[in-house]
């Protein structure tokens, strides 16, 4: 019998502690000196770029399947800063997930648990990074919330994210931190996320029909 390799975005399933407990897809590990950004059509990574500078990703990095930014997870952003103008990116929820093994590839599933996230703004649109932990990380496997960890961390997942799309020779900032928010918070915008996702694939449907 012949099986198909589940899409990573679409065909994965989240366990029954959803959101406390999350099935992460890994698209790059800290290793990668390229970014790798899965196929929206076939659902293998594909090279999106090469990383501009030394600096790395600090953290396992990926997306929730099955979620998407749309309306309903911009509207926390847009009252987070008291505007009606800002959009979802159109991609599946990020995901950086802290741990201190080394994992040497993407492409793969984690379980994790969210503690809080990163609200950015890339232009116009929300481009949130829900913040998690590796389940039963030995390090980080404790930490349940955002202010329990080391402000270190937190600083370096800022300023990784904060620069990773800029423009050698450009002085232009593209992507502009605006807050922390905790565990509960994350768990919402999750949620608000699946919401837009079952929106969006009901209008795939209007469209086939």
């Not at 502690?17 to 594909?46: C, H, M, N, Q, W």
């Not at 997306?63 to 847009?78: D, H, K, L, S, V």
């Not at 404790?142 to 990784?160: A, C, G, V």
Request: charged share 30%.
């Amino acid at each position: 019998m012949i099986t198909q390799k589940a899409h990573p975005w679409h065909g994965i399933e989240q366990g029954p502690d959803f959101p406390d407990e999350l099935r992460v897809f890994i698209e790059i590990v800290p290793t990668d000196t390229v970014k790798y950004e899965v196929d929206k059509k076939s659902g293998y990574l594909a090279l999106d770029r090469p990383q501009k500078f030394s600096n790395i990703v600090p953290s396992l990095y990926g997306f929730i399947p099955r979620t998407y930014c749309g309306e309903r997870m911009a509207r926390f952003t847009n009252e987070a800063i008291a505007r009606y103008d800002v959009s979802g990116d159109g991609d599946p929820l990020d995901v950086c997930v802290l741990t201190e093994k080394d994992v040497t590839h993407g492409d793969i599933l984690v379980n994790c648990i969210p503690i809080g996230g990163l609200r950015l703004l890339d232009h116009d649109q929300a481009d949130d990074k829900i913040v998690a932990v590796l389940k039963n990380d030995a390090v980080y496997g404790h930490i349940t919330d955002m202010e329990n960890l080391p402000k270190e961390i937190t600083r370096r997942l800022i300023h990784y994210f904060t620069t990773y799309k800029d423009i050698p020779g450009d002085s232009m900032r593209r992507m502009q931190f605006v807050s922390l928010y905790n565990a509960k918070e994350a768990k919402e915008i999750i949620k608000a996320s699946v919401e837009d996702y079952a929106e969006l694939m009901k209008s795939y449907d209007k469209q086939d029909n």
